[in-house]
Each structure stands twice: as C-alpha cells, then as structure tokens.
C-alpha cells in the first residue's frame, strides 16, 4: 500500500500545487526570505510559497528604495533560499529594468534567475503594461506572479506608499490590471496596498490566487515582510504587518549579553572550551626531562618555559 510522502521527503511545490491549494480553498501564505538560515525555518513551518522580494533591497542591504537591487544581488540571495528549502516554492523578484525595456531582456533575465538562481518562478510588477511580458515569459515556460497595487520599484512615479484603487478611475483600471495579468498568464498575482473591498472584488473575479499585503483578508492568500513579522525591521513597521515576535528586542539583550560576559571573563566557559592531555603540553612546550637535557626545541627558536 502506498504511503503519503513525510514533510522532509515530500516533493517541491510547483504552481500546480498552488493551484491545488487555491482550489481546495485554502488560503496560502508566503512569506519573504532572503537567506539559508531563515529559508530552512519557513520551509520547516510549512510556508509553501518563500518570496524572495526585493524588498532586499531595503530591509538587508540598507538602500533607501528597491529600485537600487541589481540582477546580481536577487541571484546571489536566491540560490541561498534555494538552498535552504526543500518544500517551498521560491519566487524570485525580478529587479527594476531587468524586464519591460526590450522583450529578448526581460526573457533572458527570467530565465537566468530559474536556471542560475534555482528558483522555481519569477514575480514582476505591472498590471497592462507589463501584460505582454509576462505573456512572453510564460510562453517560454517560465511560471510568473504578477505585481499590482502599490509597485515598489514605481515608487518615484507613485510619488508614495500609499493605498492605490481609491477613486473610480485608479479602482477601474486596478480591475483592467488584474485581468490583464490573468489573461497573459500568470498563475497568481499580489496585491499591494488595496482597500480591502476592492482587493476582494478583484479576488472574486479572477481565477487565480491572489496574494495580499495590505489588501485585507479578502484575498486568497498574504504575504508578508519577513522582517516585518519577526519585529526585525529597524524603524519603520507598516501599518498592514503584525508583529509575531521581537526579534529586534532578543538579539539586542542576547548581544548586550554576550558583550557583558566578555568583558566579565565569563565567556567561554569550560563547557565551550576544549583541553588537550597536560602531558603532551609539558613536552610542547619544552618540559620535559628530554627536552632540558639536550635543548633540541630551542634549535626550532620556538619560545620554551626555560627561555621566559
Ligand atoms: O519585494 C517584496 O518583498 C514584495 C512583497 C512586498 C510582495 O514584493
């Protein structure tokens, strides 16, 4: 009789199991990572979807916008989630211009991040105007998340992080956005920073996931800023996150600490240090009676007892 797979043996998510799980009416949740460690335990709480955002851009690397993240660093912090998941389907954001300048690029760099990076799709931002990319990706067998709402790397042309759809015209077109991204074929698109009826309308709407930060609980799925949820982020906690756990507040008293016990002598202690045989240090160091009588260590120049 056939067994189900254990979690650690089971098989790696692809779109169809997310599709599986949209169909079964469960809501999905995903989560950003951006390295091996963090990777391993959202793989391990059973996160089936590890974005990694480049949202890097900010929260790990100190810029002051994603529009700084280059291809290079989204592959660097990609094969580490790749490496540190077994389970978990990782979506790699494409970073700004590596797509929508010519159709021969945006292919080029989708297929870099799969085949260089591991992942196991690409996310990229734009409603109508990035439809006939995503089109193209797709056809050419690349698994693509859409990006609407509020679009980080737009940031200077949204003049803000502000809630987007508002008015009839901006909820219309936000609408015209998520159909558009369906029909060029991506199988599940997120929406940033939406009012919560209007991310549900579209969400009842479209026969793909969507995926919500800050668009309420209407959606089929969230997704969150891991620095975010963990209380890592080092000022600044959007008003859509929830904090599960201080990790800001843990690791400054572990690390204040750990300084104390350092200046204290207290750390190590015996149970992180290792000895050796004291015998085999006296003939180290030139103790023993062998060495005193014929002084060969000293024609190493090496500092015995007997020269302090
Ligand atoms: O870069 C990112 O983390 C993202 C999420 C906010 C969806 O795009």
Known sequence: MSQAPS?????RMTIASIARLFAEGERIAMLTAYDYPTARILDEAGIPMV???DSLGQVMLGYDSTVRVTMAEMLHHTKAVVRGTKRALVVTDMPFLSYGVTPEASLENAGVIMREGGAGAVKLEGGERSARTIESIVRAGIPVMGHIGLTPQSIHQLGGHRVQGKTRDAGRQLLADALAVQQAGAFAVVLELVPEQLATEITKRLHIPTIGIGAGAGCSGQVQVITDLLGLSADFTPRHARHYADLHAIIKSAAEAYGEDVRAGAFPGPEQSTRMDDRTLD???????????????????IPLDRDL
């Open 283 to 301: 003939e180290i160091l030139g103790r023993t009676a062998l060495d005193r009588a014929d002084g060969m260590a000293a024609a190493h120049g």
């Open 7 to 11: 979690p650690e043996h089971a098989a």
């Open 51 to 53: 974005l990694v955002g």
